[in-house]
């Protein structure tokens, strides 16, 4: 097959997704004049971004004071120094002004008695350099990811941005120099297959939570635009750092935001004891996520959970005014009732820790450039947001972080392209003559397989591999099962049969393409995870113990660096972490404690 | 184990094998201490016959993406109870809006007519440096509307917007209308008012009400038309 057999379609650029990063990069290209096809598996506003509750942190200090130095120090730190510090700088200094942009743009912040934005304190945000609980997080009540991902699709409708709703892009096209001419993508209603050929393409297609069991993901999150990465030849950065949230529902998974904790709830064991104050004496229930969730899950091994299976922790908000509840977490008790049968106002939640965000990804500088192992753009690639690795979030992402992130770096992303494209830097450069042909010979395989796999089973048998052998607590004998599991499970992968053959609105091929990219992701995940021989932020280990000579169990000597996993013989190798920052000095290596 | 099964009567139309649309019963045995919502199940339903074709993302009520005819009634299939459910449970698309296959309907038109309201804040004075300030109580104004997740189960499930998708708004987009006219940072109350004052976009709405029995969220378009209707009043007089 040639590049006859699908149509091409062309464009300056090409954005994949369109969730937080994804729509504020196609706002800094629509306005900027540029040729954009924005494509979205999803009607944009029903992507994962519109899920965040408790706010997105800037140091507005509208509340008290505070400083983007401060927000940096505290990024840092909740990365366990594994963040690059020139990203996190440009991202902490930056965050003010796109803040107030998004306001600009109608954001329905709410808003102090002075009418200023709104902010209520969050997990690891500290004042004076992790002196005390500051206020920074900027919240539209518990529903701040849905106000924002409305305001700037609203936005987009104003600059007639160009939207392909309810298209899946499967491949990224390479050529033989490595630069990046686009994406290969589905159309779901008609099942048809096209080539989008642009000078750039921004990856801003979101995390892969779905690589595990429980998860507070949605069920798009399955990591496409990783897949294709690693299926084009780009390593995966630091993958096996992956954030449990500590606060989702038992049971049903669904995210009760840490604003919960930053307006005053408190969490508690069976005893009714707060035991946050054992385990992080200075800021208890707002330490960063990773030390809360280490936390219950020890509560929980040790007997101390509640429930008749003694399996979850209970968060605790009976104490605040009810009005406070009403005005500042109407969404969290709308959850609380829908999905837990109870009344926030009247019991406590029960919750449990659930995976929730990727701090690995695309690897990139702070530019939203993707970049090669050596530090070089890979020319005419980039990435925002969860897919991407810049890496501001490194072992550990501090909560509002995130909405953060897609905004800083969604803005830069669109900026770097309409600079590379303006200087000439990147150009429409022919098509491979064969360039289709892996994709749409992935395609066919799955159209005819007969007496393969079942999608649905296999990605179970995923997600429950990933869950058993990869969770909060990793344990060696475990990470090496689970990397033999892995590759048996590829072995199902590669052979998934679908009994849907329909053109039209075809589900059963979508989650089976799907799991091609989860795949990559959980592999990628383990590999990775089995291999450092360290504890460090999320990724903590029963052979890395917490002694003198390594506190919490981190290696600085062998392990302070960024792990780089690629596809191709599933081989990793190593780059350095980023301790210089853009104006500032240092933020040295330190033992992290809250 | 509180295992049981359900019976379901489903809107099955592929328009790649099928001449028309019909009704087949499905039934699947489902777990009451797991499966809460019908959408748990519709994935079971979906385990044993991946051609059954359905929208869905969040499983939360945040995303929109699950919203269909339920037993008569528009709601999302993530946050209803399946223990409340009369059965067979009958499914069908929204009604009113062309179906593409099975659940999946065309919302094209539904957009264009949220679009149609220049739903994005309108604000041409020079950007401050910081942000523009807003009072709690004037920030309180968008409460009950900015929360809209564009599911449409109020639009289809209004006669008016039925016989005139083309000419008449609907509860949704005139809901994030009046989002914009209430939020005092928007400069352009005056031209929203001028676009809405039509026999059809705005004057359809008759206020049975439909919109407000069916939404999700707990929101009142309704009651939003309302006084999207008493500032034309007002500003004539």
Redesign the interface.
Same mark, same amino acid.
């Given at each position: 097959m040639s590049k006859q057999s699908i149509p091409v379609r062309k464009f300056d650029a090409v954005i994949v997704g369109a969730g937080g990063s994804g729509l504020r990069a196609a706002i800094q290209l629509s306005e900027g004049g540029l040729k954009t096809a924005v494509l979205s598996k999803?009607?944009p506003?029903?992507?994962?971004t519109?899920?965040a509750q408790g706010g997105v942190s800037a140091s507005?200090g509208n509340s008290e004071e505070d400083h983007w130095h401060w927000h940096m120090y505290d990024t840092v730190k909740g990365s366990d120094w594994l963040g690059d510090q020139d990203a996190i700088e440009y991202m902490c200094r930056k965050a003010p002004e796109v803040v107030?942009e998004l306001?600009?743009?109608?954001m329905?912040?709410?808003?102090?008695?002075?009418?200023?934005?709104y902010q209520r304190p969050f997990g690891g945000h500290m004042s004076n350099f992790g002196e005390k609980p500051v206020r920074r997080a900027c919240a539209?009540a518990d529903?701040t990811g849905?106000?924002m991902l409305?305001a700037l699709y609203?936005?987009n409708?104003?600059a007639n941005t160009q939207f392909f709703v309810e298209w899946m892009a499967l491949d990224l096209i390479r050529d033989e120099s490595g630069q990046v001419l686009g994406v290969i993508a589905l159309e779901m209603?008609t099942g048809e297959v096209v080539a989008f050929h642009a000078k750039a393409t921004i990856f801003a297609t979101g995390g892969a939570g779905r690589i595990y069991y429980s998860s507070t993901n949605?069920?798009?999150n399955t990591g496409d635009g990783l897949g294709m990465a690693a299926r084009a030849g780009i390593p995966l950065e630091d993958m096996e750092f992956w954030q449990f949230h500590p606060t989702g529902v038992a049971?049903?998974g669904?995210?009760i935001t840490e604003g919960v904790r930053g307006e005053g709830g408190i969490l508690r064991n069976s005893d009714n004891e707060r035991f946050m104050e054992r385990y992080a004496p200075n800021a208890k229930d707002l330490a960063s996520r990773d030390v809360v969730s280490r936390a219950m899950v020890t509560e929980i091994n040790e007997g101390r959970g509640c429930g008749p299976n003694k399996d979850f922790v209970l968060l605790d908000i009976t104490h605040l005014d009810p009005a406070t509840i009403m005005k500042r977490l109407p969404?969290i008790r709308?959850?609380s009732i829908?999905?837990a049968g109870i009344d926030p106002i009247q019991a406590p939640i029960p919750v449990v820790p659930t995976c929730h965000y990727q701090m690995g990804g695309i690897p990139t500088n702070f530019k939203g450039q993707v970049v090669s192992a050596d530090g070089a753009p890979v020319k005419g690639f980039y990435a925002a947001g969860e897919v991407a690795c810049a890496s501001v979030h490194g072992a550990n992402r501090l909560g509002t972080n995130s909405l953060l992130d897609l905004l800083v770096f969604g803005k830069s992303s669109g900026d770097s392209v309409i600079e590379d494209v303006a200087s000439g830097d990147v150009t429409h450069r022919d098509l491979p003559a064969d360039f289709a042909e892996f994709t749409l010979a992935r395609l066919n395989r799955l159209n005819t397989q007969t007496g393969g796999s079942n999608?649905?089973e296999t990605r179970l048998d995923l997600q429950r591999t990933m869950q058993k052998h990869c969770g909060v607590f990793r344990f060696k004998d475990m990470l090496a099962e689970g990397v033999d599991k892995i590759v048996e499970i590829e072995k199902a992968v590669a052979r998934t049969e679908?009994?849907?053959k329909?053109?039209?609105?075809?589900?059963?091929r979508v989650?089976a393409l799907e799991l091609d990219n989860l795949i990559e992701v959980a592999k990628a995940t383990l590999v990775s995870a089995e291999a450092r021989k360290e504890s460090r932020g999320a990724h903590v280990r029963d052979d890395a113990p917490d002694t003198p000579e390594n506190p919490n169990g981190r290696d600085d000597v062998n392990w302070h660096k960024h792990t780089l996993w690629q596809r191709e013989g599933s081989s990793l190798s190593y780059k350095p972490v980023t301790m210089t920052p853009l104006t500032v000095e240092t933020i040295a290596l330190k033992t992290r404690s809250y | 184990m509180a295992t049981s099964t359900m019976e379901f009567k489903i809107y099955r139309y592929? %328009?790649?094998?099928d001449d028309a649309p019909y009704m087949q019963d499905m039934a699947v045995e489902v777990d009451f201490a797991?499966d809460?919502k019908l959408l748990d199940v519709l994935t079971r339903l979906?385990?044993g016959?991946?051609?059954l074709?359905?929208?869905? =993302?969040?499983?939360?009520?945040?995303?929109? =993406?699950d919203a269909m005819n339920i037993n008569g009634k528009n709601g999302l299939a993530c946050?209803t109870d399946i223990k409340d459910l009369k059965q067979p449970v009958v499914l069908r698309p929204l009604p009113g809006l062309p179906v593409?296959?099975?659940l999946?309907v065309d919302?094209t038109q539904f #957009?264009k007519q949220y679009?149609s309201v220049? %739903?994005?804040?309108i604000?041409e004075s020079p950007?401050p440096?910081?942000?523009?300030?807003?009072? %709690?109580e004037?920030?309180d104004e968008?409460n009950g509307l900015?929360?809209c997740?564009?599911c449409a189960c109020c639009s289809t499930s209004c006669p008016s917007f039925w016989w005139n998708p083309d000419k008449f708004v609907g509860p949704a987009g005139l809901l994030n209308a009046y989002r #914009?006219i209430a939020?005092t940072?928007?400069e352009a109350t005056n031209e929203r008012l001028d676009d809405l004052e039509d026999p059809y976009r705005l004057f359809r709405c008759h206020s049975i009400m439909n919109c407000v029995d069916v939404c999700p969220k707990n929101l009142n378009p309704t009651e939003a038309i309302g006084k999207i209707k008493e500032m034309m009043v007002r500003r004539a007089i």
């Open positions: 999803v009607f506003t029903r992507s994962h519109v899920a507005l107030v306001e600009h743009f109608g329905p912040f709410d808003r102090t008695d002075e009418g200023k934005i539209a529903r849905h106000a409305h609203q936005r409708v104003r209603e949605a069920f798009i049971g049903a669904v995210l969404g709308e959850i829908q999905f999608v649905n679908i009994k849907d329909s053109q039209v609105w075809n589900t059963a989650e | 592929d %328009p790649d094998k797991i809460r979906k385990a016959d991946d051609t074709s359905y929208r869905r =993302s969040c499983r939360e009520g945040i995303c929109g =993406s946050l593409i296959r099975d999946i919302m #957009f679009h220049k %739903p994005y804040l604000n950007r440096e910081r942000e523009r300030l807003q009072s %709690p004037e920030r968008l900015y929360e997740i564009l #914009f939020d940072r928007d």
